[in-house]
């Protein structure tokens, strides 16, 4: 949808934030520009809907070159994201949801109408719809702002560094909103982050830029992450790049124990039959079957159990959901070095050893680069 053909920026100081950059942005896609700061990413951005004019080179939409339509038209076409939201302080938060649609015409109940299923989209609750931005959090107000950026559905939504000015939870919580909303909606998103976590967590491909606007890499984050371009890509993405592309492993192929499992109320033949597997730990689950710790195999006995006097079990994952990564996090955080795979309700659906979940590792990097070289 949008195609970047050796831009370039030059400011009149002799500056370049910009230079010969060419990009092909596939559409209904989320394309991610990292970098350091001056390296030209949030100039990129704002050149895309004209806020910032490109001293050489083109920028087409659709094949179509932007500078061939009115600016104001360009960019009531492109719903744009910043950080803090940049919400109208004076306007409640339906009123600022409707502001494009209002430019472009519609009644004001239209609009507001509009605005009410957004914010159900984006997960703010109706009673929220006459308060003003103080008086929402700060994921709040970014939720507004990527409401009001969808009002007028727009094919293309620019997002400069939208969760930088939030803690991680909430920046965690507004990821996952994001890539539940494109899912749905299917919009070209062209977003800005010096974040390369965020960047590989949510990009469908990902251009890691360097100082002076020059484009470093432009790849899927599982190739980034396998096959950096140079020493600069490799040093940007960090030491841990190796954890970082487990991401990209599904979990559903790891086979699950459930002999170490154990209910509270088991019996003492249960736990005695559970001993016989022969792990040294075994997990205690409540009567819903959710996680309460880990027990000493040899210490476990039946009757009423202290679940304080328990181990805990880490970090449990979702298995064939979640990624080997987690599966692994989920080892390393346990005391016992197993970690504990549940369905989508918590229930324990069993559990699995680091020998395994390495195992598995080894097996997915091979078949990895089995892929790589057919694909060669």
């Not at 400069?160 to 920046?171: L, M």
């Not at 949510?202 to 140079?230: C, F, K, N, W």
Request: net charge neutral; glycine share 10%.
């Amino acid at each position: 949808m949008i195609r970047i053909d050796s831009v370039t920026k030059r400011y009149p100081d002799g500056t370049t934030a910009v230079d010969r950059l060419s990009l092909e942005i596939p559409d209904r896609s989320i394309t991610v520009l990292v970098g350091p700061s001056g390296c030209g990413k949030t100039t990129t951005l704002r050149m895309i809907n004209r806020m910032v004019e490109p001293t050489e080179g083109t920028i087409t939409l659709d094949g179509v070159d932007i500078t061939r339509q009115p600016v104001n038209t360009l960019r009531r076409s492109m719903g744009y994201v910043i950080q803090n939201a940049g919400l109208f302080q004076h306007r409640t938060i339906l009123d600022n949801i409707a502001t494009v649609p209002r430019l472009l015409g519609w009644s004001k109940d239209r609009a507001r109408g509009r605005a009410r299923e957004l914010m159900e989209r984006v997960g703010l609750d109706a009673s929220l719809a006459r308060r003003y931005p103080y008086q929402l959090s700060g994921g709040q107000q970014q939720r507004v702002g990527v409401a009001r950026a969808l009002a007028a559905d727009p094919p293309v939504l620019l997002m400069d560094e939208p969760f930088s000015a939030v803690d991680p939870i909430v920046r965690k919580g507004l990821q996952d909103e994001l890539l539940r909303i494109q899912a749905e909606l299917g919009k070209t998103i062209v977003f800005v982050t010096h974040d390369i976590d965020e960047a590989i967590k949510i990009g469908t491909m990902v251009a890691v830029m360097r100082t002076g606007g020059h484009l470093a890499q432009y790849a899927p984050p599982a190739e980034l992450l396998s096959d950096p371009a140079d020493d600069f890509v490799e040093d940007f993405l960090g030491t841990d790049r190796g954890i970082r592309r487990l991401s990209f492993f599904p979990s559903a192929a790891l086979e699950l124990q459930t002999q170490p499992v154990v209910a509270v109320d088991a019996t003492e033949q249960q736990i005695a039959a559970r001993r016989a597997f022969g792990a040294p730990y075994l997990l205690v689950t409540d009567l819903a079957g959710k996680p309460l710790g880990w027990s000493p195999a040899d210490e476990l006995t039946a009757g009423p159990v202290d679940p304080a006097r328990l181990l805990p079990y880490g970090r449990p994952f979702v298995h064939g959901r979640e990624s080997l990564r987690a599966a692994l996090d989920g080892t390393v955080l346990s005391p016992t070095g197993w970690a504990v795979g549940v369905d989508g309700a918590g229930r324990v659906t069993g559990v699995v050893s680091q020998q395994a979940v390495a195992e598995a590792i080894r097996t997915a990097h091979a078949e990895g680069h089995t892929a790589e070289k057919v694909a060669g």
